[in-house]
């Protein structure tokens, strides 16, 4: 069985300009989360879905950041504006979530975004 | 959610036991704890999860005493592709609609020959 898919694995951008990245999570899993990880930190939550819901975004820089899920299964982030400071590891994780059954996330290898 | 606090870095040599602590003082009735391991260039992946006294599977143990303010992730004679960043996470895996997974800083293994 296929993992959670991410593309691209990695991405060189200028300041400014726009970039998007794309998560297609593991078949019938209803739960998709964007995690930012910085070089030295662990994974912080941007936003999570539960299909096509977004029930967390509370961590999104809204001002630049957007992300959709699309009937609930591949998802997209995108960042317009870049800035330098974006410069991370962008992971997408997906879980079946389920009542009374644990909560197991499987991640992508993720997108290393440079900002120059 | 509660908070957790580990050791930021270990080492270890080839084929000794590796015992990693991690401490979560005001972890909550419902919540189950759960590590994740992160090889350099990859995304997490899950471990072991556990609740109160001893769980074990092929990769590890899991120790949680009776008041479960903290937990020990066991690795058995570990080997140099054991070296990573290991995750402890506490929240109630089980409740759906608020499981929001929240990782710290993690602790990085380095195994060495």
């Known amino acids: 069985e296929a993992g959670v898919v991410q593309s691209p694995r990695y991405k060189i951008i200028e300041k400014k300009q726009p970039v998007a990245f794309w998560c297609n999570p593991i078949?019938?899993?209803?739960?998709l989360y964007w995690y930012l990880q910085n070089l030295g930190q662990g994974p912080e939550l941007l936003i999570r879905?539960?299909?096509?819901?977004?029930?967390?975004d509370s961590q999104l820089p809204k001002d630049r950041f957007s992300a959709e899920r699309l009937k609930g299964v591949d998802s997209t982030l995108k960042i317009q504006p870049a800035e330098l400071g974006d410069s991370a590891v962008y992971l997408c994780?997906?879980?079946?979530?389920?009542?009374?059954?644990?909560?197991?996330?499987?991640f992508g290898q993720g997108t290393r975004l440079t900002v120059v | 959610l509660a908070k957790t606090t580990q050791p930021i870095s270990m080492d270890s040599y080839e084929g000794q036991e590796v015992n990693i602590t991690c401490s979560h003082n005001?972890?909550?009735?419902?919540?189950?704890i759960t590590w994740y391991q992160q090889f350099p260039s990859q995304g997490p992946r899950f471990i072991i999860q556990?609740?109160?006294t001893k769980v074990t599977n092929e990769v590890a143990s899991l120790f949680i005493p009776a008041d479960r303010k903290s937990s020990t992730l066991s690795l058995p004679r570990v080997s140099l592709s054991d070296t990573a960043v290991y995750y402890c996470?506490?929240?109630?895996?089980?409740?759906?609609?608020?499981?929001?997974?929240?990782f710290g800083t993690g602790t990085r293994l380095t195994v060495i020959p």
């Open positions: 994780a997906s879980s079946l979530e389920l009542p009374g059954v644990h909560t197991e996330a499987f």
């Open positions: 078949s019938g899993h209803n739960t």
């Open positions: 879905y539960e299909n096509e819901e977004a029930v967390d």
């Open positions: 005001n972890i909550a009735t419902n919540d189950y």
């Open positions: 556990g609740y109160k």
């Open positions: 996470l506490v929240g109630d895996t089980l409740k759906t609609g608020a499981n929001n997974l929240f």
